[in-house]
């Protein structure tokens, strides 16, 4: 399957060249052109997924490179982000104008805004596709509020509640993930050498073939970073493609996204089935909730597709149901009680709960909360 192809157009050889490398740091194939005519042609007769430009090119303004690419149905739809040396808003604005998605400017900060936008602009074209497996992302306003414990415990009820569908969960918490700690997994595998492997060996196939089966979980597993000098060097880049990847090779793809709202989580947000927020009774977690909460539908997640959480990770105490969901301002699906040192004992044994204290209350919860989300998730896909 094809790699992220990006091309990038700028007459300017050193800056091209910066930008190239980069973006191939960021683990994105690169193409280049040096001049607007050339980067037409390139873009033509290679397809790349995403064009940099920087407008001010001598032979064919962006402006105009951008008018061709739209008007051409073989580029027509291709992002277009312009990094430019020219920081005039009525240049940004023609560029804008002429079909530019993004308007960058060159500073000394503009390799990391490129690469949030790039990985944006693609995460919306890759993960936008509802096909495949169902996606569902877990995450949190705060760490602690068990956002992992419970995207591997209800991984493992859906995997256990339907055996013929194929189920796996990738840690995505940067810099350091937890699940492989939680269900005891040993190998060398993670998201870090997965991504650094090169996207024509990161097919489906591989993805079938290559994760280990969690024994008593019934999942597979991408375990996250190791530890956080190896979480800085993740290749962003790749994981839209991955994602895709397991979409084909899985029915069920659960990603644990933690307390992290970043260019790499959002499109996998945006682009859910199903989003299990997951919310602890203490005033300040909940306060945050309503932060995230907000943020998301202010870039478009709609409640439909929001399967709130309320974990008692932190103790008796706290707010009900009631006055969390009040000061959220969303409906909360299912309550999970405090399990005291139980749910930690389950997860230093690396066992599912369900099988560690399989007549507790939480274990019946966490099953018929595995069927609720996976009815809902197919609901809104059928939709
Ligand atoms: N309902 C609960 N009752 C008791 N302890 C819990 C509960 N949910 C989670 N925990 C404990 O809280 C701690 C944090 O959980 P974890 O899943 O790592 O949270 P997060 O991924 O959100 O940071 C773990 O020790 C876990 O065992
Ligand atoms: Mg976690």
């Known amino acids: 399957m094809a790699g992220n192809k990006i091309l990038v157009v700028d007459a300017d050889t050193a800056s091209r060249n910066f930008v190239a490398a980069a973006l191939q740091k960021a683990g994105y194939q690169i193409l280049q052109a040096a001049s607007g005519k050339e980067g037409l042609i390139v873009a033509w007769r ?26 051409d149905v073989r580029t027509s739809k291709i992002p277009l982000i312009a990094l430019s040396s020219d920081a005039q808003p009525a240049r940004s604005r023609s560029c804008m104008d002429a079909g530019f998605n993004e308007y960058l400017i060159k500073t000394a900060q503009a390799v990391p805004a490129l690469i949030e936008t790039v990985g944006r602009l693609l995460g919306n074209t890759a993960a936008a596709a509802k096909e495949g497996g169902l996606q569902i992302a877990f995450l949190s306003a705060k760490g602690g509020t068990g956002t992992s414990s419970l995207c591997a415990n209800i991984a493992m009820n859906i995997a256990h509640n339907q055996p013929e569908a194929r189920v796996v969960v990738v840690d995505l918490v940067l810099p350091i993930g937890s699940i492989a700690e939680i269900v005891g997994y040993e190998g060398n595998q993670n998201l870090v050498t997965i991504c650094d492997l090169p996207a024509t060996e990161t097919g489906p196939d591989f993805f079938r073939d290559s994760l280990t089966e969690m024994a008593a979980w019934k999942f597979h597993l991408i375990a996250g970073s190791p530890d956080p000098e190896r979480g800085n060097e993740l290749k962003v880049g790749r994981i839209g493609d991955i994602i895709r990847a397991l979409k084909e090779a899985y029915d069920f793809v659960l990603i644990d996204l933690g307390r992290s709202l970043s260019r790499i989580s959002l499109p996998l947000i945006e682009h859910a089935d199903l989003i299990a927020m997951i919310v602890s009774t203490d005033l300040s977690t909940v306060r945050l909730t ?11 997640v709609h409640s439909t ?3 709130t959480i309320l974990n008692r990770a932190v103790g008796l105490e706290g707010l009900t149901k009631v006055e969390a969901e009040k000061i959220i301002g969303i409906e909360i699906k299912t309550a999970v009680p405090y399990l005291g040192g139980n749910f930690a004992l389950a997860n230093n044994q690396h066992q599912p709960l369900t099988f560690k204290f399989p007549n507790d209350t939480a274990s019946i919860i966490l099953k018929e909360t595995a069927q609720q989300m996976v009815a809902l998730a197919r609901h809104l896909r059928a939709d």
């Open 290 to 300: 309503k932060t995230v909460w907000d943020y998301l539908q202010s870039k478009g």
């Open 305 to 307: 597709a929001v399967y």
């Open 46 to 71: 290679d397809r790349p997924e995403v064009i940099v430009v920087d407008p001010v090119i001598a032979d064919l303004k962006g402006e105009d490179l951008a008018a061709r690419l739209r008007s």
